[in-house]
């Protein structure tokens, strides 16, 4: 399934605040912690989806990717949006590819509970990033 690309970043939202993450210096359990109490105002299912995104963007990252590998998780009360992104010095792009008995369910899972996912090529590391939304009646707490 083909996803659109995210805009770049914009500075003008408004953020619940955001979440930085060394993957290099932290176990993929001490991140799971982080990431689900950093995503407590978020209704249950939200919080699960995007802790289910979270992990696999940061498990391909560790798989494939090169030190360093950082993540940031960025809440967005004036859009209902929770914005990902994973940075890694590997080589290689990310593309879905069919399951096996070594993997391959990972951006199958982000594409499906994703709204969006996309890679940028920076000079010296790239950046995947996903934003999940959130219908107007599932607001973030405050």
């Given at each position: 399934?083909t996803?659109?690309?995210?805009e770049?970043?914009?500075?003008?939202t408004v953020?619940?605040?955001?979440?930085?993450?060394d993957l290099d210096?932290?176990?993929?359990?001490?991140?799971?912690?982080?990431?689900?109490e950093?995503l407590?105002?978020?209704p249950e299912?939200?919080?699960a989806d995007t802790?289910?995104?979270f992990d696999e963007?940061a498990?391909?990252a560790r798989?494939h990717g090169?030190p360093?590998?950082?993540?940031r998780l960025?809440l967005d009360?004036?859009?209902?949006?929770?914005?990902?992104e994973?940075d890694?010095?590997?080589?290689?792009?990310?593309h879905p590819?069919a399951?096996?008995?070594?993997?391959?369910?990972?951006?199958?899972?982000v594409?499906?509970?994703a709204d969006?996912?996309?890679?940028?090529r920076y000079?010296?590391?790239?950046?995947?990033?996903?934003?999940l939304?959130?219908a107007?009646?599932?607001?973030?707490a405050a």
């Amino acid at each position: 399934m083909t996803r659109p690309v995210l805009e770049a970043r914009r500075r003008d939202t408004v953020h619940h605040g955001d979440l930085e993450v060394d993957l290099d210096s932290l176990t993929p359990a001490s991140t799971r912690v982080m990431v689900r109490e950093f995503l407590a105002p978020l209704p249950e299912t939200s919080a699960a989806d995007t802790i289910q995104v979270f992990d696999e963007l940061a498990s391909n990252a560790r798989r494939h990717g090169l030190p360093p590998r950082r993540a940031r998780l960025s809440l967005d009360h004036v859009r209902d949006r929770v914005r990902i992104e994973v940075d890694d010095t590997g080589p290689g792009e990310p593309h879905p590819r069919a399951p096996d008995h070594t993997g391959g369910l990972g951006l199958l899972l982000v594409g499906n509970l994703a709204d969006a996912w996309s890679c940028s090529r920076y000079d010296g590391h790239k950046t995947i990033q996903a934003e999940l939304t959130f219908a107007d009646d599932v607001r973030p707490a405050a």
